[in-house]
């Protein structure tokens, strides 16, 4: 299979690259998720803030048993 990328005496080279281009993808996919992650958690940490209030509100308007 390897036949079909690289011919014999390049295989090292392509092997290589192929190790560099994924090494550089998942550095690239960690900085991307870890990106997204805070600015989740700022959109959650807004929207918690925006509810709270109205969970409280709610859990007063409940019969007492």
Known sequence: M???FAK???RSRFIEGLIRK???ERVELRRLLKE???RRY???KEL???WDPLAD???QKLPEE
Request: no cysteine; glycine share 4%.
């Open 2 to 4: 390897l036949d079909q």
């Open 8 to 10: 014999k005496g390049d």
């Open 22 to 24: 994924t090494a550089h």
């Open 36 to 38: 997204r992650a805070v």
């Open 42 to 44: 700022q959109v959650d």
């Open 48 to 50: 918690a803030a925006e």
């Open 57 to 59: 509100e709610a859990w």
